[in-house]
């Protein structure tokens, strides 16, 4: 069972739910990422991702006058640093998500997303090969 405590991004991107959402794509432009947490009343209140960009541009919807409380989704998939890469795929899975806020003992820590999820996963099998090479060889 390998643990996503390596991979989870501490360092995450947290926009007031009353910016627009141009301005949030923004961030996730300058900063290479693909989901930002929404945060009102310093409470995480939601996340906004690519997903949700493209639903907006695709209902027509101006980015520029569109807040994200508006359009952020609520129902956050979450997960404790000491969680399994596998318990977490699950929940992207069942959630139809490619991000999952990680909370430890209640307090936010930071955000780990499927990418990270598949790096930990590739890391793993090339211990496993390195080991059994090193058998083999030896």
Same mark, same amino acid.
């Given at each position: ?8 991004? $501490? $360092?995450?991107?947290?926009?007031? !739910? ?5 301005? /949030? /794509? =923004?961030?996730?432009?300058? $900063? ?10 310093? %409470? ?6 690519? $997903? ?6 695709? =209902? ?9 409380? !508006? @359009? ?6 979450? %997960? ?5 890469? !596998? ?21 936010? %820590?930071?955000? %780990? ?5 598949? /790096?930990?996963?590739?890391? !793993?099998?090339? /211990?496993? @090969? ?9």
């Amino acid at each position: 069972m390998i643990e996503i405590s390596p991979k989870v991004e $501490r $360092r995450v991107a947290i926009v007031n !739910e009353n910016r627009s959402v141009l301005e /949030a /794509a =923004q961030v996730m432009v300058d $900063r290479f990422i693909g989901s930002v947490v929404v945060e009102g009343s310093s %409470v995480i209140q939601g996340i906004f991702t690519e $997903r949700d960009l493209m639903r907006v541009v695709a =209902q027509r919807q101006d980015p520029a006058t569109v807040k994200l409380k !508006e @359009v952020m989704r609520t129902a956050l998939v979450h %997960v404790a640093p000491d969680d399994s890469v !596998e318990h977490c795929m699950d929940l992207m899975r069942k959630n139809q998500c490619r991000h999952l806020l990680v909370f430890d003992r209640g307090d936010f %820590v930071g955000i %780990v997303s499927l990418r990270d999820l598949a /790096a930990l996963m590739l890391e !793993e099998k090339e /211990a496993l @090969v390195e080991q059994l090479t090193s058998y083999i060889t030896s």
